[in-house]
């Protein structure tokens, strides 16, 4: 609580023309407050939550904000805190835009754990798998609209005094993120770094499966009473995110049976075609193991480790002031994925060579998939900082654990690693089937190779056509977002056509192979159908066949 002691600096004050009363404070978050109020209206008592942050500046934002508002009030179930209302007023001096809501009288998820760890050490496993039931019952419905929580964790969840869980805050980390990506040229991104998903943490596109991660980061949370995943920066919680296998809740708590030690590592697979694939069908696999749970109080092994983000050092990322130039020519990434002992002595996989991730030697890409991420990987990684935080979010992660996980802005994963290593998509690209030559070219460059035994002539008719490029599919998450055609097996010359006509630049890598013949691309990058901003329209890299047998 504040220095006001409760009250706030807005109590007393009113929005809306006067319909709504602020009174007392109910909280703070790293961008926001939140006031019990009252309703004149209605006469009822509501909760408002204030955004205090230099978005709220943007009409471009505030109008995200309130069509968000506007999403989240048509979901209506007991396990989701209503949302009545929006709009904006001035407060001090600042248009703030603010969200009218239920108010629940109870506490957040945080503060229950947190007495849990006091008298136990952690909450016992079939109360956590019964929270996190509820909490996936929310996000059943909202996913079903279409609508990805982003930051899921025990700070948005709310126990109300008879026990129900209600999850909150739907909606913002979303209109956060795009106001955020408006004003800033690179992959920023909102979240509360213990809980971002790896694909949030590289700045990619989400979808339902990234609110299943920050699920499973918080069941491990609520069984263990430590987080999978913290370090001294949000980077580096970000980077474990990406790179770091977790350990097993069983070996912090040794009460938990091995279902729940598997429950969470589904969960918490980096790739998302291997967590679960519904909010349903994670909520099922909780009441299953709920059901079989035996009530034995949590038996916490003192000192145990989870993760600590030491994966990432300064040779990854480098003070802010000191970002490493590029480096030009082939592609090397600068680490190794970290191979963390796990609790069964077993080795730990590499994280899932199916997504594409950083790694030495590059994993492919997906195959297009329905839940394919939605957006690029920013391009142009040369500028920003390593990562940066507002000016108005509290430090996080300085101490570990819940201390610090306020939601912020930081710089994807991935800018930092472009800044070091460059290339990342490149790797990305490479599927190790093929053999990508010479590193990348430029849009004017096409592969000119020379013919060896085998070579296989090019098959100029399949092409595309330019109206692909120029009047791209919109969205269906988002009016203002494009899909990204699909290039693979079209004829490079078309391709080429169609980027012209559009103004988009290409990146081509060579590869050898010959059963599609010279200049049939390979694969592509972003990949077809991800969601993309035109306004901001990423270089598409495209992997060209030489028509050459691949090198054995
Ligand atoms: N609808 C509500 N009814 C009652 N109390 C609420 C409600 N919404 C929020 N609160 C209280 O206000 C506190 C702050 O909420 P807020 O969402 O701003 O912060 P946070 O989630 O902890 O932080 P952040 O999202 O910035 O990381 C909550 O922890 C909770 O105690």
């Known amino acids: 609580m504040s220095q006001d002691a409760g009250q706030g600096r807005y109590a007393g004050r009113a929005l809306a023309g006067g319909r709504y009363q602020l009174r007392d404070l109910l909280g703070e978050g790293g961008m926001a407050s939140v006031h019990l109020a009252y309703d004149s209206v209605l006469d009822r008592q509501v909760a408002i939550k204030t955004l205090h942050t230099e978005l709220g500046r943007e009409q471009a934002f ?92 025990p700070g948005n969840v709310m126990m109300t005094k008879r026990g129900v869980v209600k999850v909150m805050d739907f909606g913002i980390a979303r209109a956060m993120q795009s106001g955020v990506t408006s004003m800033t040229q690179t992959g920023m991104v909102v979240g509360t770094p213990q809980y971002l998903s790896p694909e949030q943490a590289l700045g990619r596109g989400v979808d339902a499966r990234s609110d299943l991660y920050s699920v499973g980061i918080m069941l491990f949370q609520l069984v263990t009473g430590r987080l999978p995943f913290d370090a001294d920066s949000p980077l580096a919680i970000a980077y474990a995110h990406v790179q770091e296998e977790p350990v097993a809740p069983s070996s912090v708590n040794r009460s938990l049976p091995p279902a729940v030690d598997a429950l969470v590592a589904r969960a918490l697979k980096k790739n998302p075609n291997e967590r679960f694939p519904s909010a349903v069908a994670m909520r099922d696999e909780c009441l299953r193991v709920a059901a079989s749970c035996q009530a034995a109080p949590p038996s916490i092994v003192p000192g145990a480790q989870t993760s600590s983000g030491a994966g990432v050092g300064s040779a990854v990322f480098p003070p802010v002031d000191q970002s490493a130039p590029a480096p030009t020519g082939p592609v090397q990434t600068p680490y190794q994925p970290t191979q963390t002992p796990n609790p069964y002595g077993t080795p730990t996989p590499a994280p899932s060579p199916a997504y594409g991730y950083p790694q030495q030697g590059g994993y492919p890409t997906p195959a297009a998939s329905p839940y394919a991420p939605q957006h690029p990987q920013p391009q142009g990684a040369q500028t920003p900082p390593p990562y940066n935080l507002t000016p108005s979010a509290p430090a996080p992660g300085s101490g570990g654990g819940r201390k610090g996980n306020r939601m912020v802005i930081i710089g994807s994963i991935v800018v930092a690693v472009l800044v070091v290593g460059g290339l990342i998509g490149a ?83 060579e590869v050898d192979e010959n059963t599609y013949g010279e200049g049939s691309v390979r694969d592509q990058f972003p990949t077809p159908g991800t969601d993309v901003d035109p306004e901001k329209m990423p270089t598409i890299q495209l992997k060209v066949s030489t028509g050459n047998p691949p090198s054995s």
């Open 427 to 509: 790797l990305a690209m490479d599927d190790g089937g093929e053999d990508a030559k010479g590193g990348d070219t430029t849009a004017s460059g096409s592969p000119s190779p020379s013919k060896a035994e085998g070579y296989r002539g090019p098959d100029t008719t399949k092409t595309i056509e330019k109206d692909e490029c120029t009047e791209p599919e919109e969205s269906y998450n988002d009016p203002d977002q494009i899909k990204v055609p699909d290039f693979t097996f079209k004829y490079i010359g078309s391709v080429k056509e169609c980027f012209q006509a559009a103004g988009w630049s290409m990146e081509v890598v």
């Open 62 to 153: 505030r109008e995200r904000f309130r069509r968000e508002a506007q999403a989240v009030a048509k979901l209506t179930h007991t396990n989701i805190v209503s949302v009545f209302d929006t709009g904006e007023d001035d407060l001090g001096g600042m248009t703030t835009p603010y969200i009218v809501m239920e108010y629940v009288e109870g506490r957040p998820l945080g503060s229950v754990l947190d007495e849990d760890v006091r008298q136990q050490g952690a909450m016992p496993a079939d109360k956590a798998l019964k929270i996190t039931a509820d909490v996936l019952a929310a996000l059943e419905i909202s996913h079903e609209m279409g609508l990805v929580h982003r930051d899921i964790k």
